[in-house]
């Protein structure tokens, strides 16, 4: 059933309303925490109507909302989060004494579970392989996001050639856009509230003709419309301010999936990096470098 649930929820975000994208973004998001939620709590959450989800539900197939979630709850049980007997006893102990630090634990794991599943799809191969030949990577992020963007553009850094950190500061992204490269693509890490250059890069990298995956959360409607690929992440962990830590998760995997696609090739990469950076400035322990 989850299967089948997450195809309708993917067409949805081609033919859609605005309203059932949302819907049907954040539900792909979150599908292992639906089953816990209300019609009233996702209505409010996606900033809709709480008719609204009902007859979203019903364009799905569905009886009610509440028909969606006993269904998929059948599929999915407790398995994303009561992993291990420590994990069951933490939970236990938490909610006993009204500890919230339980409920963002099974969100968070439910998250994790999620973003693995999203890199067995089509999807998410695509952007790995794209990554991989490019001839050019881009990498950006905005606000709180711009880690994340230099985390990932210095791991791939360590794989491939071509890999850039895009520049915020110059103001016109003029590296990107006007790179002429044969092939370069680009990275966005994005989160709500959204910064109004993320939209307009993309849409710029667009009709450039350059290839744009995003990295985003649950509620963003606008990036489908701009990008190649949209992937995914929960940020809702029932904490006072939505966490993007799972995007570090994500590219570590992304990482991993551009590793699997360049193959042994990479080692000499590697090595060659470890050398200059031992040269010029050393590990701890390493008493071969830095050169003088």
């Given at each position: 059933?989850?299967?089948t649930?997450?195809?309708?929820?993917?067409?949805c975000?081609?033919?859609?309303?605005?309203?059932?994208k949302?819907?049907?973004s954040?539900?792909?998001?979150?599908?292992?925490?639906?089953?816990?939620?209300?019609?009233?709590s996702?209505?409010?959450k996606?900033?809709?109507?709480?008719?609204?989800?009902?007859?979203?539900?019903?364009?799905?197939?569905?009886?009610?909302?509440?028909?969606?979630k006993?269904?998929l709850?059948?599929?999915?049980?407790?398995?994303?989060?009561?992993?291990?007997d420590?994990?069951?006893?933490?939970?236990?102990?938490?909610?006993?004494?009204?500890?919230?630090?339980?409920?963002g634990?099974?969100?968070?794991?439910?998250?994790?579970?999620?973003?693995?599943?999203?890199?067995?799809?089509d999807?998410?191969?695509?952007?790995?392989?794209r990554?991989?030949?490019?001839?050019?990577?881009?990498v950006?992020?905005?606000?709180t996001?711009?880690?994340?963007?230099q985390?990932?553009?210095?791991?791939?850094?360590?794989?491939?050639?071509?890999?850039?950190?895009v520049?915020?500061?110059?103001?016109?992204?003029?590296?990107?856009?006007?790179?002429?490269g044969?092939?370069?693509?680009?990275?966005?890490?994005e989160?709500r509230r959204?910064?109004?250059?993320?939209?307009l890069?993309?849409?710029?990298?667009k009709?450039?003709?350059?290839?744009?995956?995003?990295?985003?959360?649950?509620?963003?409607?606008?990036?489908?419309?701009l990008?190649?690929?949209?992937?995914?992440?929960?940020?809702?962990?029932?904490?006072?301010?939505?966490?993007?830590?799972?995007?570090?998760?994500?590219?570590s995997?992304?990482?991993?999936?551009?590793f699997?696609?360049?193959?042994?090739?990479?080692?000499?990469r590697?090595?060659?990096m470890?050398?200059?950076?031992?040269?010029?400035?050393?590990?701890?322990g390493?008493?071969?470098?830095p050169?003088?």
């Amino acid at each position: 059933m989850t299967q089948t649930l997450r195809q309708r929820l993917q067409a949805c975000l081609e033919d859609g309303s605005k309203a059932d994208k949302a819907l049907a973004s954040y539900m792909l998001a979150r599908l292992s925490s639906v089953p816990f939620e209300t019609a009233g709590s996702l209505a409010e959450k996606v900033e809709v109507s709480e008719p609204t989800v009902g007859r979203f539900c019903r364009s799905l197939g569905y009886k009610s909302f509440k028909d969606l979630k006993e269904q998929l709850r059948q599929d999915i049980g407790d398995r994303p989060w009561l992993i291990s007997d420590r994990l069951r006893d933490f939970q236990q102990r938490s909610l006993a004494g009204e500890d919230q630090l339980a409920r963002g634990l099974q969100l968070e794991i439910s998250g994790l579970v999620a973003i693995y599943e999203l890199a067995q799809t089509d999807e998410w191969k695509r952007v790995a392989r794209r990554l991989a030949a490019a001839s050019a990577v881009y990498v950006t992020g905005f606000q709180t996001e711009r880690g994340l963007a230099q985390y990932l553009a210095n791991q791939l850094q360590y794989l491939r050639e071509g890999v850039h950190l895009v520049d915020l500061a110059g103001g016109n992204f003029a590296e990107l856009l006007l790179s002429g490269g044969p092939s370069p693509c680009l990275v966005i890490f994005e989160a709500r509230r959204y910064s109004r250059m993320a939209k307009l890069l993309a849409r710029e990298a667009k009709q450039a003709g350059i290839r744009t995956t995003l990295v985003t959360d649950a509620f963003c409607d606008w990036g489908r419309d701009l990008v190649d690929e949209v992937l995914v992440v929960s940020t809702e962990f029932n904490q006072f301010w939505d966490s993007t830590a799972q995007m570090a998760s994500l590219g570590s995997l992304l990482v991993n999936s551009v590793f699997v696609e360049l193959g042994p090739s990479v080692e000499e990469r590697l090595n060659r990096m470890a050398t200059l950076y031992g040269r010029f400035t050393g590990h701890v322990g390493d008493g071969s470098g830095p050169v003088e």
